[in-house]
């Protein structure tokens, strides 16, 4: 990464058979966010950075080749992923520290949003070399705004964990927040995923999936978690890249004494970890909350 740009030095870009000369960058690391689908989604400081940036760095050099050829731009991008940080990562410091430029971009959408790009800036910020975001495109944003779903409070979840336990203990954890809750999913695990959601959450909570987003085949499939549970489990090989999204719980005013006794109840006819799931569906209450409550409870009555 110490020679030169590619391209004969060549620092431009090309829009509407115009090419556009790229100014120089500062020294930085730029986190670009590009587009997730639909290649008009780039913005024109992204391009102007992408083109005039010492060094490029991304996760897949055939992805953003793509991008980097529809709009004439020369530089070379180099690798950066978590298969090779520790050998890419610090090459990119040694670069920061030269006082060169270096852009960093994801596949899609924008850099540090479920990509390695976190451990970069970080290393980078804690160095002390200034970091800026190039902002555009973003996923979740996107899922967000066309959900229909309420969007002044929203909690960005990322990826469940892959085993049907650790799902369900994640979505119980989740289930009292008062904002609409945003995951990305494969598309093989969506309906054993929303199965999950309508069980731990409450199956009369709205949600929406929204697959391939800015794509030729852009789909918003909205309902209750037990809708969209429903219709998932009946489609066969599902395509593309999901997100899917849960609205906030209802408003619930849960008294003292009134938890107590929905605890006392449940515990009753079911165990204690499952009894605090059940509870935080019906309370909103955070489910770690009424595991000790319960435990609490059952200590004092013996």
């Known amino acids: 990464m110490n020679e030169e740009q590619s391209g004969g030095g060549t620092r431009s870009f090309r829009l509407h058979n115009n090419q556009i000369p790229a100014r120089p960058l500062e020294p930085a690391l730029y986190l670009v966010a590009t587009p997730i689908g639909n290649l008009g989604d780039i913005t024109l400081r992204a391009l102007e950075t992408l083109a005039g940036a010492d060094v490029l760095a991304c996760e897949d050099t055939r992805v953003t ?33 030269a006082g060169r430029s270096v852009a960093l971009v994801s596949d899609a959408g924008t850099p ?18 200034k970091v800026v975001p190039i902002p555009g495109a973003s996923a979740p944003l996107a899922a967000l705004v066309g959900s229909g779903l309420p969007n002044d409070a929203f909690f960005f979840a990322g990826f469940l964990p892959a085993k049907d336990k650790g799902r369900r203990d994640r979505l119980a954890e989740l289930a009292g927040i008062p904002a609409t809750l945003i995951f990305f999913e494969s ?116």
């Not at 959450?201 to 909205?222: D, I, N, P, Q």
């Not at 004494?257 to 605890?263: F, G, K, M, N």
Request: hydrophobic fraction near 40%.
């Open 112 to 129: 540090l949003v479920s990509d390695p790009g976190y451990r970069l800036a970080v290393q980078a910020i804690e160095a002390g070399y």
């Open 65 to 97: 080749r793509v991008l980097l050829d529809r709009y004439g731009i020369q530089n070379k991008p180099y690798a950066y992923h978590e298969y090779n940080a520790d050998e890419a990562g610090p090459r990119l410091l040694q670069a920061l520290e």
């Open 187 to 302: 598309p093989h695990r969506i309906a054993a995923t929303l199965a999950a959601a309508a069980d731990v959450l409450g199956g009369e909570r709205a949600g929406a999936v929204c697959r391939e987003l800015t794509k030729t085949f852009e789909e918003f499939r909205r309902g209750t978690l037990s809708e969209l549970a429903a219709f998932y489990d009946t489609v066969d090989n599902v395509k593309g890249e999901i997100v899917w999204l849960v609205g906030p719980p209802a408003e619930r005013v849960a008294a003292e004494a009134d938890v107590d006794v929905v605890l006392a109840d449940l515990s009753g006819t079911m165990p204690t970890a499952k009894a605090a799931t059940e509870a935080a569906r019906l309370t909103g209450l955070p489910r770690k909350e009424l595991y000790q409550r319960l435990l609490d409870m059952k200590e004092r009555h013996g």
